[in-house]
Structure formats: C-alpha cells, structure tokens
C-alpha cells in the first residue's frame, strides 16, 4: 500500500504544454482542455524534466545498498560486476535503496566481459548545455524491438506537463474501436518533424529500459535509478524482505505549477533487481494494460492512485506465466513510491514464521529517516498515523463502491463481471482473504489489520519514544537506549484502540457519501443505509446481476417511472452473465418494491434533483480484456483500440456506443456502435 498516492486533480491553466496541442492535432479529443497559446513557455525544454532538489530527492535522503553506496560506485559495479544488482539477496540494515540499471536481456550468448566493458557507453547529453544534470546512457548490446503502445494524456498533464514527449501522440494515433484509421504514423512523417522524432525516441528508450538517465561526474545534483526495499505480509504472513522486485524509479521531478511537489516516474516490469529473489521482474502485457487503465480509470472516478504515464511492448523478451507472452513495461508516477513495507522492513515483527527469502534485523534510525523524506512532523508521527488511516478509508471505501478489487491489497487487479460478494479476482487467494464482501461494514478488517496496524507496529517505537519525551522529536541516533520494546508497548497501547475506530468510522463516512453519489441522491440520511443500500447489494447478489451494468441503469431512472415498473424491471434483470432473467420467485417484485422506496427518497429531494444522475458511470474496466485481446494479436493496430479505450476510461459518465440515441442501432455508424 503506497503512502503517498495521487489525489486527483484539477485541471491547470498554467501548467498546460505543448503536448496539449500535439493531442488535439492528434485527433485525441480536446474536451475539457484550455486552449494552447501561440508561444508555449515550455516548448523547448530538454528531453526530459528537470531535477528536484536534493532535499526532495530519496537517493540524498536515504541510505543506499553498500553494493553500490555512490554514483561513482554504481557505475563501477556496471563495469566489473553487473550481476551485483541483479542477483536475489538480503541488502544491509540500514539501506533503503539500491541502485538499479533498466535492463533488458543482453542477447545469447554473449561475452560477458565484453559486455561488462561497454555496459555503460556511449553517454548522450540529455540537453543542449555542458554542464546538465542527466545523461542518457545507452548499453552497447541492447537493440531489442520496443512497440510504443501508449501515452497517457491526463497523466501527463496532470503530473508531467513541462515533459516533452515530441511526436509520441502522432504515433499512438488517432483513438478508434475499430483500431487503425487512415495513413500509418511512418507516412505521415516530414523532414521538419526530425525533433520532434529524436524527442519522442529518446522518451521511448528511457522508459522502455533501453537508455538510463544518470549524473554525469560533473554534475550539481547526483542521481542514478533505484529500487526500494520493503517488507510485508503475504496473505496474512509475514514474508520478510520483498521490495521492488520488477519496479526501478528512473527519474523525478518537481510540479512546475508547484515545486514543492515532486514526482516520481517508475518503470514497472523492466527486470530484475535485487529484490526479485527467485522471480524474473518482468510483466506481461495482460497486467500491464490492466494497470494502465485502471489507474486512469480510478482518477476520473475521484479516487486517489497511482498515475499513468506510458505503455511499452518488448515484443522479442518472452515470459513464461500461465502461457509464454511478450514482456511490457508501464511507466507510472506518483509523489513518491514510499510505502507502509518501507517502514516494516526497518522494524519487522518480532518471533514470526517467515515465508519468505530472510529478513533483516531491525533498525530504527534508517526508519526515522523514512518518516522525515515524507516530511511528516517527527514529533507527530501519531498524526501520521491518523492521516494515513483516513486516507485509506477513504480509497478503500471508493473501491468498494465503484466494484474495483485488489487481488492482494497490490496493484495488479480488476473489477467485478457479476456482483458476488465472495468473488476473488486473484487465483492464488484460496482462502478468499480479498474477497469482495461488501455487504457488511466488516469488510474493512483485511485492509485494517493488514495496512493500518502494520503502519502503528512499525512505528510504535517512535510513537513510545516521543510520548516519553513529552511529545518532542527524537533526533538521529535516539534509539541507542535501547528500550524499543517499551515504546512500541507505549506507542500502541497510545494508538491502536483510536485508530482502528478512527478507520472504521471514516470508511463508513466516506462510503456511504460515495453510495449517495452513486444513487444520485443529495442530502444524507441515516436510515439510507438499511433502506437503500445493503438491500440493493442483496438483490444484486441474489440475482447474480452485472454490478457495473446494474448502476448504469439506475441512472437512468426518474420518479415518473415508478409507475408501471415492470419494463424498467425487466430490462434490469436480464443484466445476468447469461443476458437473461434469473429464474427466481419474487425477484421482480423485490425491485418493484425497492424501486419505489427509491422514487420516494428522491422525491424527498427534489428541490436539489437535477433529474441526472451524475455517478452512473458508463466505463467498465472489463473492456480491458478486449483490448489486451487487439493488442496481442496487432499492437500497432490494437494501440488505437488501446487509446480508445483509455479516452473512455478517463470519461467514464460520456455516454459512449449512443447510449441515450433514439436511433436505430442500424443507423448508428460503426465507432459508435463498437464503443458499446
């Protein structure tokens, strides 16, 4: 679970680019966008985005792997012992990090010192100066075929908009169900482009893990990708030392709408690392799309995540899952990829089986060097843990009410085709430990025990220390007194009883507000809950009913309606995975019945009515299998159904396929008809 996930945003006038104006050319659609000026202040910024500050950067915060402990010693270890960060291993206890080349697979067979030799060469500047503050490194051997597939508009103008991403949007292509229209990107190609080509190429190496962005010797601010080492629970056990074992944060770089707001670009599925121990850390196009989406997807929605950059198929990388696939690899971005596993693996429980690789032991300076990058108040490290709590509540309750599921609390997921309160997304949970159940207020326990209460456990000597110290902060080196296990006993017997209240409360708070939305109804009332929405969770359980399919319709119901029901309730019912009406004694009446106290709740209200409702969202996540389907079979055909597909997601409450069109489906043309 991320710390520090992005909480959606509103559209910035001064943060707009010159990316903007390549989308519209692009044949993206331009609604909800400020018009470009003629003269973009950005249009010549580098390839890529300036640094932070080094207050603001990990690798000046915290410690990084002894292996490779300096800029200068990781571009040793690339030279004479690469394997240093790739093989499996347990680092030191006082790291945070380790520093990580983006690979991809040297051919075989090769020579390995050969290899060695001209693994760091030749460097490229990254801008036009003497002096700047990254290089591109390109490795000799690297020269697999990279599929650009994507570019995600509203995480780059949200997160990234000084980026330069050149031609990246003509390449894509113009959005299309129906997959490619008019001239390939290739024909349509000038030779005034050539910037823009060099610009767009450059962005495609680095974030499909063919160049490396680096420091040069000379440079102000040093900086080279890493990895972060955390620990966590496995389903409920403890598994030791995990960290990012196919995830390498590549670059980072300040809001320039807002500086003291930096983000992070992670490439995920770009190799291994040392935290892969037997894994291979590489993803498949499968998860990857998913996760592309999804994260967009969530934002539109109003639900904080992870953000979307871009989508890279390496078509000649095999990986061998439930079948041999192509590798991919998603860049995503967030304010920082610190998690509550970050703070575990400094201060792990004590006398637990491990089912994992090892674990260090514990040390709790490197874990107050965690909460102080995060710029939470050292002496409040209880209003940390508040705050986190809430956040989490207020996500998890926006999952619960939008059907999205988390396999394993991880970001690899995917919503609900038929509501079932048991369903389990995630093969491997065969207890059913994530399971939906959202029908009962104590679904919410998994994400308290495991999230919440692992956060106050690796904290709770800080929490213990500072209550000592009449709530003033430690300092570094506090934890020489050795009296851990007295604060952590302090610390959570302070904390525990509150938090957990404190969760429980905002989750149901927050969905409760978020089942209102979804009901278009304006005005809480505390007999909501009974009356309306654990009913309805009822019916669409024992009806076996299309969640998502459900709600849509919903939308569409007015007062007026409620008499006669019966062809609203029909049409309802046949929303099975089967496309017909269950078979089952009094189940249209018990719509009937709940439809009626619905039209008098909203008749209750209908001064604030607006005869809309506004949470009837019309995207469905499952259209990823679709797309994932086009892209394998095509990718430079499918990544115009993958842009289609991402425009929908970022718009879910658009009425797509000519939802509302009084027309015969005839009549419809052949886009609108494949959006549905």
Same mark, same amino acid.
């Given at each position: 679970?991320?710390?520090?996930?992005?909480?959606?945003?509103?559209?910035?006038?001064?943060?707009?680019?010159?990316?903007?104006?390549?989308?519209?050319?692009?044949?993206?659609?331009?609604?909800?966008?400020?018009?470009?000026?003629?003269?973009?202040?950005?249009?010549?910024?580098?390839?890529?985005?300036?640094?932070?500050?080094?207050?603001?950067?990990?690798?000046?915060?915290?410690?990084?792997?002894?292996?490779?402990?300096?800029?200068?010693?990781?571009?040793?270890?690339?030279?004479?012992?690469?394997?240093?960060?790739?093989?499996?291993?347990?680092?030191?206890?006082?790291?945070?990090?380790?520093?990580?080349?983006?690979?991809?697979?040297? +051919?075989? !067979?090769? @020579?390995? $010192?050969?290899?060695?030799?001209?693994?760091?060469?030749? *460097?490229?500047? %990254?801008?036009?100066?003497?002096?700047?503050?990254?290089?591109?490194?390109?490795?000799?051997?690297?020269?697999?075929?990279?599929?650009?597939?994507?570019?995600?508009?509203?995480?780059?103008?949200?997160?990234?908009?000084?980026?330069?991403?050149?031609?990246?949007?003509?390449?894509?292509?113009?959005?299309?169900?129906?997959?490619?229209?008019?001239?390939?990107?290739?024909?349509?190609?000038?030779?005034?482009?050539?910037?823009?080509?060099?610009?767009?190429?450059?962005?495609?190496?680095?974030?499909?893990?063919?160049?490396?962005?680096?420091?040069?010797?000379?440079?102000?601010?040093?900086?080279?990708?890493?990895?972060?080492?955390?620990?966590?629970?496995?389903?409920?056990?403890?598994?030791?030392?995990?960290?990012?074992?196919?995830?390498?944060?590549?670059?980072?770089? +300040?809001? !320039?709408? @807002?500086? $003291?707001?930096?983000?992070?670009?992670?490439?995920?599925? *770009?190799?291994? %690392?040392?935290?892969?121990?037997?894994?291979?850390?590489?993803?498949?196009?499968?998860?990857?799309?998913?996760?592309?989406?999804?994260?967009?997807?969530?934002?539109?929605?109003?639900?904080?995540?992870?953000?979307?950059?871009?989508?890279?198929?390496?078509?000649?990388?095999?990986?061998?899952?439930?079948?041999?696939?192509?590798?991919?690899?998603?860049?995503?971005?967030?304010?920082?990829?610190?998690?509550?596993?970050?703070?575990?693996?400094?201060?792990?429980?004590?006398?637990?089986?491990?089912?994992?690789?090892?674990?260090?032991?514990?040390?709790?300076?490197?874990?107050?060097?965690?909460?102080?990058?995060?710029?939470?108040?050292?002496?409040?490290?209880?209003?940390?843990?508040?705050?986190?709590?809430?956040?989490?509540?207020?996500?998890?309750?926006?999952?619960?009410?939008?059907?999205?599921?988390?396999?394993?609390?991880?970001?690899?997921?995917?919503?609900?085709?038929?509501?079932?309160?048991?369903?389990?997304?995630?093969?491997?949970?065969?207890?059913?430990?994530?399971?939906?159940?959202?029908?009962?207020?104590?679904?919410?326990?998994?994400?308290?025990?495991?999230?919440?209460?692992?956060?106050?456990?690796?904290?709770?000597?800080?929490?213990?220390?500072?209550?000592?110290?009449?709530?003033?902060?430690?300092?570094?080196?506090?934890?020489?007194?050795?009296?851990?296990?007295?604060?952590?006993?302090?610390?959570?017997?302070?904390?525990?009883?509150?938090?957990?209240?404190?969760?429980?409360?905002?989750?149901?708070?927050?969905?409760?507000?978020?089942?209102?939305?979804?009901?278009?109804?304006?005005?809480?009332?505390?007999?909501?809950?009974?009356?309306?929405?654990?009913?309805?969770?009822?019916?669409?359980?024992?009806?076996?009913?299309?969640?998502?399919?459900?709600?849509?319709?919903?939308?569409?119901?007015?007062?007026?309606?409620?008499?006669?029901?019966?062809?609203?309730?029909?049409?309802?019912?046949?929303?099975?995975?089967?496309?017909?009406?269950?078979?089952?004694?009094?189940?249209?009446?018990?719509?009937?019945?709940?439809?009626?106290?619905?039209?008098?709740?909203?008749?209750?209200?209908?001064?604030?009515?607006?005869?809309?409702?506004?949470?009837?969202?019309?995207?469905?996540?499952?259209?990823?299998?679709?797309?994932?389907?086009?892209?394998?079979?095509?990718?430079?055909?499918?990544?115009?159904?993958?842009?289609?597909?991402?425009?929908?997601?970022?718009?879910?409450?658009?009425?797509?396929?000519?939802?509302?069109?009084?027309?015969?489906?005839?009549?419809?043309?052949?886009?609108?008809?494949?959006?549905?």
């Amino acid at each position: 679970m991320l710390l520090n996930c992005v909480e959606p945003l509103p559209f910035d006038e001064a943060a707009a680019s010159v990316n903007a104006r390549r989308t519209v050319q692009a044949g993206i659609s331009a609604k909800n966008r400020v018009p470009i000026p003629d003269n973009p202040a950005v249009s010549d910024v580098p390839h890529f985005c300036p640094l932070p500050p080094p207050s603001k950067l990990l690798n000046h915060n915290l410690t990084p792997d002894p292996a490779t402990p300096s800029i200068s010693a990781f571009k040793y270890a690339l030279r004479n012992n690469p394997s240093i960060q790739r093989r499996g291993r347990i680092i030191s206890p006082e790291a945070h990090f380790s520093h990580i080349e983006p690979p991809e697979d040297p +051919p075989e !067979p090769f @020579d390995k $010192e050969e290899y060695a030799l001209n693994l760091a060469e030749p *460097a490229e500047q %990254t801008g036009s100066g003497g002096n700047e503050p990254l290089q591109k490194l390109y490795p000799a051997y690297r020269s697999n075929p990279m599929e650009f597939l994507g570019l995600s508009d509203t995480g780059l103008r949200d997160c990234l908009p000084h980026l330069d991403v050149g031609d990246a949007f003509e390449v894509v292509g113009e959005p299309s169900p129906l997959g490619q229209t008019g001239l390939h990107w290739q024909e349509r190609q000038h030779p005034e482009d050539s910037k823009a080509v060099a610009t767009r190429q450059g962005l495609i190496d680095v974030l499909g893990g063919h160049a490396m962005l680096i420091s040069g010797d000379e440079s102000d601010v040093s900086f080279a990708p890493w990895s972060l080492r955390y620990s966590g629970h496995h389903f409920g056990a403890w598994a030791g030392q995990l960290g990012d074992g196919r995830a390498i944060s590549i670059h980072a770089t +300040p809001h !320039p709408s @807002d500086p $003291e707001t930096t983000y992070e670009l992670q490439v995920k599925g *770009a190799g291994r %690392t040392p935290f892969s121990r037997r894994a291979d850390g590489l993803a498949v196009i499968r998860s990857s799309i998913r996760e592309y989406l999804c994260a967009e997807a969530m934002n539109a929605l109003g639900i904080p995540t992870t953000r979307s950059l871009s989508i890279i198929y390496l078509l000649s990388i095999s990986v061998i899952r439930e079948r041999r696939e192509s590798a991919c690899i998603v860049t995503r971005v967030a304010p920082s990829f610190l998690r509550i596993g970050s703070f575990e693996a400094l201060n792990p429980p004590k006398e637990l089986f491990l089912f994992g690789g090892g674990q260090q032991p514990a040390d709790l300076d490197a874990c107050w060097a965690n909460g102080s990058l995060i710029r939470c108040c050292i002496s409040k490290h209880l209003k940390e843990a508040h705050g986190d709590a809430r956040r989490n509540a207020r996500m998890v309750a926006g999952w619960r009410a939008y059907g999205f599921m988390h396999g394993v609390i991880n970001t690899d997921d995917k919503t609900l085709c038929h509501y079932d309160p048991m369903h389990i997304c995630n093969h491997t949970d065969e207890e059913g430990r994530y399971a939906y159940k959202v029908g009962s207020l104590e679904c919410p326990s998994v994400i308290d025990d495991d999230i919440i209460l692992a956060l106050l456990n690796a904290l709770a000597p800080l929490v213990g220390a500072e209550a000592e110290l009449g709530n003033k902060a430690v300092t570094a080196e506090w934890a020489k007194e050795g009296k851990k296990d007295e604060w952590s006993d302090r610390g959570v017997a302070l904390v525990e009883e509150e938090l957990e209240d404190l969760f429980r409360r905002e989750y149901e708070v927050e969905f409760h507000a978020r089942m209102r939305q979804r009901l278009g109804l304006r005005r809480a009332e505390e007999k909501d809950n009974a009356a309306l929405v654990q009913p309805l969770f009822v019916m669409l359980a024992d009806h076996k009913l299309d969640f998502h399919l459900t709600f849509r319709h919903l939308a569409r119901f007015r007062p007026a309606l409620s008499s006669p029901l019966d062809p609203f309730v029909d049409a309802l019912l046949r929303y099975t995975s089967t496309g017909e009406a269950p078979q089952l004694d009094g189940a249209s009446e018990q719509w009937k019945s709940w439809l009626e106290k619905y039209a008098a709740r909203i008749e209750s209200e209908k001064e604030k009515w607006g005869g809309t409702n506004s949470e009837g969202a019309d995207w469905q996540a499952r259209r990823g299998k679709e797309v994932i389907a086009k892209v394998e079979a095509d990718a430079q055909n499918g990544r115009h159904v993958l842009a289609k597909v991402m425009q929908m997601a970022c718009d879910p409450y658009e009425p797509w396929g000519g939802e509302g069109d009084t027309r015969t489906d005839e009549k419809l043309d052949a886009e609108t008809k494949e959006e549905i």
